[in-house]
């Protein structure tokens, strides 16, 4: 949530085009879940 809060007042404000603000969260998600992939599969 904090991410999705944090671009949304980005976008709101113009500060980043309001895209990209639609397109961070899920993107840190992807981000996320890819790293702790490949965190696990390491081991």
Do not use: M, S, T
């Not at 991410?3 to 500060?15: P, S």
Request: hydrophobic share 60%.
């Amino acid at each position: 949530h904090y991410v999705r809060n944090f671009a949304q007042i980005l976008g709101e404000n113009g500060q980043i085009p309001v895209a990209l603000a639609a397109w961070v969260p899920p993107v840190a998600a992807l981000f996320l879940a890819v790293g702790l992939i490949l965190h696990l599969e390491d081991g």
